[in-house]
């Protein structure tokens, strides 16, 4: 399966919800600790990657996610507490169309509304989420009740007001953008929670991965236990990802370097584990037009797609990007 060689080391990717064949990866330099960032617009092939577009930033790019209504915009999340709106189909001169600069640290998590696709969320090491339409100049609203950054932030899949916020304070705290305060809060792990998902089949049930390893599996109805804890992970877990396929699939990944997938539903929920990033794997997504495929980036400059129950490193050597 094709990989393709960054020159910057990876912080993330994104399938398109529009074409089957292009991803997005956002990477920074310096391990994301100080330099420039860049997003990379890529092109799939059965054996290879291209590049036909990419966008420089002053500051390490953190998160990226695709319009659900257009399919040439663009956000990205980066280190100067920005986030950018980038058209693939503008000329290089008119990019970003507008940098949003209300987060004073860094945007680690973005997420498109794929209910009302007008609006979309970032979280930040500030402590707060916002929430932004395109035709404003300024946030709607700053959602601030954590204590600590926010890692995570993501939409439920049914409700277009409700959204999940996970962070470094040990809680995922449940809004509904109606609503005043939050609505839930979730005591979820006794270390920092880096990453939270929505079921796409149960919008009652949400996964937690914190730097405790662990992933857990919670009914928002009744969150004093999780429906389960899956164990698997050497270190902390950075990203989980429901599968759009199957209620219960779930992919991660973690700076164990691995990438597995699990079935919470079963006893012996790891299903799989793919080990071929030699630095921390620190993004992961799945593909909403191609059942079963994956992709990946981390630390070792390197994305890998792959179609999941193959082998990741089979193929030619990475290209160059």
């Not at 600069?101 to 009302?116: A, F, G, I, K, T």
């Not at 939409?155 to 609505?183: I, K, L, M, Y």
């Not at 919670?218 to 270190?235: A, E, K, L, Q």
């Not at 080990?275 to 794997?281: K, P, S």
Request: aromatic letters at 12%.
């Amino acid at each position: 399966m094709p990989r393709l060689k960054l020159p910057f080391h990876g912080y993330t990717v994104k399938f398109s919800p529009f074409y089957e064949h292009r991803l997005a990866v956002g990477t920074s330099q310096n391990f994301g600790i100080l330099g420039n960032g860049r997003v990379h617009i890529l092109d799939l092939a059965a054996t290879n990657i291209s590049e036909p577009l990419s966008f420089d930033t002053a500051d390490g790019v953190y998160d990226v996610s695709w319009s659900e209504s257009n399919d040439n915009l663009l956000i990205s999340g980066t280190g100067d507490g920005s986030v950018k709106i980038w058209d693939l189909a503008a000329p290089p001169s008119a990019n970003p169309l507008r940098s949003l600069h209300e987060h004073s640290r860094e945007v680690h998590s973005l997420d498109y509304n794929p209910v009302r696709r007008d609006s979309f969320i970032s979280a930040a090491w500030d402590d707060t989420v916002k929430l932004w339409t395109l035709d404003r100049p300024a946030s709607v609203r700053t959602f601030k009740e954590h204590a600590y950054c926010v890692y995570s932030a993501a939409w439920n899949p049914r409700h277009a007001d409700v959204f999940a916020s996970a962070s470094g304070d040990c809680t995922v705290r449940v809004w509904d953008v109606r609503e005043p305060a939050s609505t839930i809060i979730i005591p979820g792990h006794e270390f920092e929670i880096l990453t939270c998902d929505w079921n796409k089949y149960n919008d009652c049930v949400i996964a937690t991965g914190s730097v405790d390893k662990s992933i857990r599996v919670w009914d928002v109805r009744s969150y004093r236990v999780p429906i389960c804890v899956m164990n698997g992970h050497g270190y902390a877990v950075r990203k989980v990802r429901f599968s759009p396929h199957h209620g219960s699939f779930i992919a991660s990944c973690s700076y164990d370097m691995s990438v597995c997938c699990w079935d919470y539903q079963l006893e012996d929920a790891l299903v799989s584990r793919y080990e071929h990033h030699t630095e921390f794997a620190v993004g992961l997504d799945m593909s909403v037009l191609v059942e079963g495929l994956l992709a990946s980036t981390g630390w070792d400059q390197l994305v890998y797609v792959w179609q999941h129950g193959s082998d990741p490193m089979a193929g030619p050597p990475p290209m160059m990007g």
